[in-house]
Nanobody
Framework: QVQLVESGGGLVQPGDSLRLSCAASGSISSIYTMAWYRQAPMKQREGVATITSGGSTNYADFVKGRFAISRDNAKNTVWLQMNSLKPEDTAVYYC????????WGQGTQVTVSV
């Protein structure tokens, strides 16, 4: 089974950028939908962005225009470019593969604070 490992999180200031990576242990070329979710303290996990194997993307309203999801099937990697970060973007960000019952990564912490 494919395993997902996120990286790239950290502590940044409002307005900064971060690029999250999700590295898969196996091929993702056959996985139609890859996604990023996030979960803030005391809140439910919520979808951030999705990308299909053909490159079609979809974003939650609260990140439209600021975040960009991309994937490289040859590198078995999905990225989330996050620009103009806000304190409310603080959360653990998870990579997700829509295959079988779904595969989650372990998450990477993003903290946006002055």
């Amino acid at each position: 089974q494919v395993q997902l490992v996120e990286s790239g999180g950290g502590l940044v200031q409002p307005g900064d950028s971060l690029r999250l990576s999700c590295a898969a242990s196996g091929s993702i070329s056959s996985i139609y939908t890859m996604a990023w979710y996030r979960q803030a303290p005391m809140k439910q996990r919520e979808g951030v962005a999705t990308i299909t194997s053909g490159g079609s993307t979809n974003y939650a309203d609260f990140v439209k225009g600021r975040f960009a999801i991309s994937r490289d099937n040859a590198k078995n990697t999905v990225w989330l470019q996050m620009n103009s970060l806000k304190p409310e973007d603080t959360a653990v960000y998870y990579c997700y593969a829509l295959i079988n019952r779904g595969i989650w990564g372990q998450g990477t912490q993003v903290t946006v604070s002055v």
